[in-house]
């Protein structure tokens, strides 16, 4: 049963800049499990840092994910939710079984799309990158323009390279049936240095996203605590130009982070709001504001939980930028 004895597949909704009201569902076992451990990951480091030639990565089932996602979208009813979005703890593509679970989602939840949130890091890997061909949209992250930026901002695990991600996404462009949207973190270094900022690393991601032909571009940059304190985001002002400048190039829908894109959505306040809300600051930072759209509650009542929670030390808190970000102390 969820909740009991193993942790829960199913979270959210969660309010996405990009993808709306997010039913999230996590295909990984906990700690953090990815091939990588970037810098500015809002889940902090890598807890297993998993070799691209051991990638099956097994502990959840096709019927876990079946049973929790039935159980949620019982509680919420069929209106209300964007997107059911496969993402959480790590890299969801780790998990063999994607595809079986995409699929299922779809059978459950008919008229509500389903999105993969990846890395790109097993798009060069063909049992990997197949099981997101039934995904409605797949977001795919790529972040710099050289190896060595690649490198530095997302620290894969050996035999990942900048190569075998690109080519990876150009074949997943041809061989899926949904929509392909490249997301780039955009990100400065406190120390002064650029990062993948600068003139020459932009129009070098320019070079890539013409190359890989995706319907969406997604400019982004770090709006909750990274995993490396030195890490600094860029202001709206910087992310927007950089978004024109890829809309002057590239022929796809381009979109920022700083852009508004969230719905009136309908409000269903859920039960137990507490074991929500941790389920949903377990797996990403969020503010009051954040808990409060996500579970269809005021932002007074979010505040009251997320006290209640921190009291209780099921929550701790993070700065960033003036504002306070709640999560769990440990990951699960």
Known sequence: MA???????????????????????????????????????????????????????????????????????????????????????????????????????????????????????????????????????????????????????NRPSKGITLKSITDGIKKLREEMKGKLALQIMFLRSKDGRQLNSTTEAVEGLIRLAESIMPDEIQVNTPTRPPSEAYVEPLTPEEINEIAARFTDAVDAEVISVYQERMRKWVKKPPKALEEEAVKLIRRRPC??????????????????????????????????????YYTTKTHP
């Open 3 to 153: 909740g009991i004895g193993r942790a829960p597949t199913v979270y959210g909704p969660v309010p996405s800049w990009r993808l709306g009201r997010s039913l999230g569902v996590d295909p990984l076992p906990p700690p953090k499990t990815c091939t990588f451990d970037c810098i500015y990951c809002q889940l902090g480091r890598t807890a297993r840092k998993v070799s691209i030639k051991n990638w099956r990565v097994v502990g959840v089932t096709v019927g876990m994910v079946v049973e929790d996602l039935r159980k949620a979208l019982e509680r919420l009813g069929p209106k209300g939710l964007d997107y059911i979005t496969f993402s959480g703890m790590g890299e969801p593509t780790l998990n063999p079984k994607l595809g079986e679970m995409i699929m299922e989602a779809k059978k459950l939840a008919a008229g509500i799309p389903v999105a993969v949130l990846t890395n790109s890091s097993l798009l060069g890997v063909e049992d990997g990158r197949m099981n997101l061909v039934d995904a409605d949209l797949v977001v795919a992250k790529l972040d710099a323009p050289t190896e060595a930026l690649f490198k530095e901002i």
């Open 287 to 324: 503010r009051p504001s954040d808990v409060s759209k996500a579970l269809g509650i005021t932002e007074e009542e979010a505040q009251k939980i997320l006290k209640k929670l921190l009291k209780s030390g099921l929550a701790t808190t993070k700065h960033f930028h003036g504002e306070t």
